[in-house]
Nanobody, 123 residues
Framework: QVQLVESGGGSVQAGGSLRLSCAAYGYSYSYNCMGWFRQAAGKEREGVASIYPADVSTYYADSVKGRFTISQDNAKNTVYLQMNSLKPEDTAMYYC????????????????WGQGTQVTVSS
């Protein structure tokens, strides 16, 4: 059983920055994917970013490219999402996800989900 513990959400004005963290517990396996999805009120879940630590390959949604950066700390089994130049449309609940093997685009292809952390961006 893998447990994901998220932190770092909050409220910020447009143009500001936040950093989300996700610590994973309960496994010792390098070939897995970690990432972030988000879901805004009344909208479908959207894949935001993911990282495959084995080769440090990354994925970003077009809507966040150039503004968000995903990174890893292998020693801590922790993934970070640095979010800069935040926009009101980034407002959502952000969920950390984990799966065995390489990253996938669909949320239902992930084995474990965190409880979510709220990000609110005001204009």
């Amino acid at each position: 059983q893998v447990q994901l513990v998220e932190s770092g959400g909050g409220s910020v004005q447009a143009g500001g920055s936040l950093r989300l963290s996700c610590a994973a517990y309960g496994y010792s396996y390098s070939y897995n994917c970690m990432g972030w999805f988000r879901q805004a009120a009344g909208k479908e879940r959207e894949g935001v970013a993911s990282i495959y630590p084995a080769d440090v390959s990354t994925y970003y949604a077009d809507s966040v490219k150039g503004r968000f950066t995903i990174s890893q700390d292998n020693a801590k089994n922790t993934v970070y999402l640095q979010m800069n130049s935040l926009k009101p449309e980034d407002t959502a609940m952000y969920y950390c996800v984990w799966r065995w093997g390489r990253c996938r685009r669909r949320y239902d292809e992930y084995n474990y989900w965190g409880q979510g952390t709220q990000v609110t961006v005001s204009s």
